[in-house]
């Protein structure tokens, strides 16, 4: 890079992360956060959940609006497909993440973004939801995520990028290895 | 049950479904779905992302309508919180799989359900997305569902339902269980 260079600008604010990595890292218990969603039952497989707010940086974290959304089950399932599927939001979860994490390493890198688009795909045998075959899991067999890149770098940094962004993926994490999850009735 | 009841409605076709699994058992091919989602980045960590299609059932599927989802992080990230973080998306899709299941089973068990409500919350250290100490997962540290349902059953009956929700969840078993997750560049 020259004097005569535009700055990289993905819009994010790198130095303000590492601020916090030494700020939280200072002060441990202000790293913990607790994200949170609430959820109704509408009616079949049709629920209705709601995302407003969180904990960290030792207190409660408002998001500027609350963020709506319906779940549901498609119709070839007998049902009304009011909304995406389950599954569906998580491979949202899963390709956003990944998509924050190349822009932020990618500033990082001082590799400046054109465009960064991605297809996200969760094979299902559905034998397993349906309980027909117990050898058959629920989830996805397997995910596949492909991103197309257009970036002022080569090739191989553009790979490195995407590997960096798994390596501190929330959600990556979430889906490539096991969580506790506790379920409870008031 | 007496023939004076109603009969128990939920809104979930469980004939449909029991139909679907013996059809399906005899045709596994059309068991194979794949569910989908494209992303495009906007700027620093915002994305968005559509749902639209999928295949299942030996063909092309439609939604009714294309899901249109923002993804972001929040301001106290130094993002613009343009829409739930990629966390919380998973949140939802996790108890909207759970809350679909607590009505699929009730149903099934002919117990009318009023209401169903859940909240869900995920614990999670920013240290470990923030690259700060290498010993704190990017994941959540651990996932809490807290149902809380009013229906014309007894409390076990309830905890059975919920049990048995988790036993058919799509995400609850991606969330607990590792799934192979591969990243590619176009």
Redesign the interface.
Known sequence: MTITDRPVD????VK??LD??DA??AA?EA???????????R?????H?T?AG?T??GGE?Q???T?E?D?????????E?N??????????????????G???VAQHRDIQ?R???????????????????RDV????G????????DADAP?DD??AL??Q??K???????????????????
């Open positions: 993905n819009g994010v604010n303000a992360l916090a990595r939280l890292s441990p790293a913990e956060f607790t994200w949170r969603a609430s959820c109704t039952w009616n079949g497989t049709h629920s959940c995302v969180f960290g940086l974290q998001h500027r609006s963020y959304f779940v549901d089950h498609p119709e070839c399932f007998a049902s497909d909304g995406a599927t389950p599954v569906e939001y998580v491979l949202v979860g899963l390709v956003g993440c990944l998509t924050a190349v822009a932020a973004l465009s960064v688009t991605a297809t996200i795909e969760g094979q299902m045998n559905v034998l397993g939801i349906l309980g027909a075959d899991r629920n989830g996805f397997q995910v596949t995520v492909r991103f197309a890149i090739r553009l790979l995407i590997a962004s798994q501190r993926s929330a959600v990556y994490d979430i889906v490539t290895n096991p969580t506790r999850v506790l379920v409870e009735l008031a």
